[in-house]
């Protein structure tokens, strides 16, 4: 016999014997430990969200009963019918009465701002300013026709209704805060096609301080070196970018970076080193498609850089000093094209702007068919959730219409 179930049958005869108000102290040896783990589990399992209280079966109803539940579904049916005409004369007078099925929407990301928070930001106006009453018409919708005349409305269809009233929309590539420029949203189809435009061009034009350079390669990091750049000339600088700077070209990505390095991004890693030491990333290779310079005026030189994903600009342009005797760093990044989104036909996406969005924006939305025809050399239809005959007659190409002006601008935001 072990220690504990002698102790267990002491304390249980002495608890027989004082009084009840003891109890608090001797519930430890009331029951057995297999018996206690078993009352732990049943009390957790009850505690849970999708615990249900076993109902006992009723009763069937009688006819009056029965008759009188009919009537409150058709009640709700009639309140369900006249919420979905109200919504739907709502939303046609505001100027947006559907919500659009596979869109993209161009941003403009701000600088020093999170690309998730831009999206996140977007999508929440998005709902609230502009397509609030087409959701809300989608919904109600939705519940009219999966209803029952018998049963109302399932617990399945009216999940998928409740779904239907907010906004489906992600972002399509990430951007860094130090970063502005063009930052796609998908809409609804959309966000199904999303992976299909990872692999897309794109351009950048970024601005370098030549003479010193920083720990984050970026102009908010702390100088690490300075060095001379009075002979750096601008025919020195296109001829090393032909002869190592274009095609496919080997690069180690900055300590800063959110490469994915045991499904943590880097950056996590050398936080949380200490005493100086540091996860160095090895170099791997990445395709630039081209390299110009753009403006000379030492020591500031502007450069348009067209690449494939996963080339780091900043690190490009220090390497690019490195070879020619001099360091640099970035004072200005903006991605102006990805893939076939350009910056022209971006809107704003400041927060400060974003409240005064007016359902005139939904025009500058571009079909997801149209995207895919321009990337493929065919009609795109393969790859849209809609069918041809349904695609928005907005313009007959959104990517072939001029860029916005500063009047079409002040249309879509209320002044």
């Given at each position: 016999m072990t220690s504990w179930s002698i102790l267990t049958r002491v304390m249980r005869s002495v608890h027989a014997s004082v009084p009840a108000w003891s109890s608090c102290f001797f519930a430890p040896f009331s029951a057995t430990p297999r018996q206690d783990r078993i009352g732990q589990k049943r009390n957790a399992a009850r505690r849970s969200r999708y615990y249900r209280k076993p109902v006992k079966p009723s009763r069937p109803l009688t006819p009056r009963e029965e008759l009188a539940r009919l009537q409150n579904l058709g009640k709700k049916m009639k309140r369900y019918e006249a919420m979905r005409d109200e919504?739907?004369?709502e939303a046609e007078k505001k100027g947006a009465p559907t919500v659009p099925e596979c869109h993209f929407l161009v941003l403009d990301k701000p600088h020093t701002e999170l690309g998730a928070t831009v999206a996140r930001n977007a999508r929440r106006f998005l709902c609230s300013n502009v397509l609030?009453?087409?959701?809300?018409?989608?919904?109600?919708?939705?519940?009219?026709?999966?209803?029952?005349?018998?049963?109302?409305?399932?617990?399945?269809?009216?999940?998928?209704?409740r779904s239907l009233r907010s906004l489906e929309a992600r972002m399509i590539d990430r951007l860094e805060p130090f970063a502005t420029g063009v930052l796609v949203l998908a809409i609804e189809g959309a966000t199904g096609i999303a992976n299909k435009f990872l692999d897309a061009t794109h351009e950048y034009e970024a601005t370098a301080m030549f003479g010193t350079a920083t720990d984050t390669q970026y102009s908010y990091g702390a100088?690490?070196?300075?060095?001379?750049?009075?002979?750096?000339?601008?025919?020195?600088?296109?001829?090393?970018?032909?002869?190592?700077?274009?095609?496919?070209?080997?690069?180690?990505?900055?300590?800063?970076?959110?490469?994915?390095?045991?499904?943590r991004p880097l950056v996590h890693y050398n936080q949380e080193m200490t005493r100086g030491r540091k996860l160095l990333p090895g170099p791997r290779p990445v395709q630039v498609l081209a390299f110009d310079v753009l403006e000379f005026d030492l020591p500031r030189v502007r450069f348009r850089i067209e690449c494939k994903k996963n080339t780091f600009v900043r690190t490009l342009v220090h390497d690019l000093a490195q070879a020619v005797g001099s360091c640099a760093h970035l004072t200005a990044l903006r991605r102006t094209r990805f893939g076939e989104f350009k910056i022209e036909y971006a809107v704003t996406?400041?927060?400060r702007r974003m409240p005064l969005w007016t359902p005139k924006i939904?025009?500058?939305?571009?079909?997801?068919?149209?995207?895919?025809?321009?990337?493929?050399?065919?009609?795109?239809?393969?790859?849209?959730?809609?069918?041809?005959?349904?695609?928005?007659?907005?313009?007959?190409?959104?990517?072939?219409?001029?860029?916005?002006?500063?009047?079409?601008?002040?249309?879509?935001?209320?002044?």
């Open positions: 919504m739907a004369a609030d009453a087409a959701l809300e018409s989608r919904y109600y919708r939705s519940m009219v026709e999966g209803w029952s005349s018998q049963s109302g409305l399932s617990t399945k269809k009216r999940s998928r209704a100088v690490v070196q300075e060095r001379e750049f009075a002979h750096v000339t601008e025919e020195a600088l296109k001829k090393m970018i032909k002869r190592k700077f274009l095609g496919r070209v080997v690069q180690t990505p900055p300590l800063n970076s959110h490469v994915m390095v045991l499904d996406g400041e927060l939904v025009e500058y939305m571009i079909h997801a068919d149209q995207v895919m025809s321009r990337c493929l050399g065919n009609d795109g239809n393969t790859f849209s959730s809609t069918p041809p005959d349904k695609v928005a007659p907005e313009k007959a190409d959104p990517l072939d219409r001029e860029p916005i002006t500063v009047e079409e601008t002040k249309e879509m935001t209320q002044e």
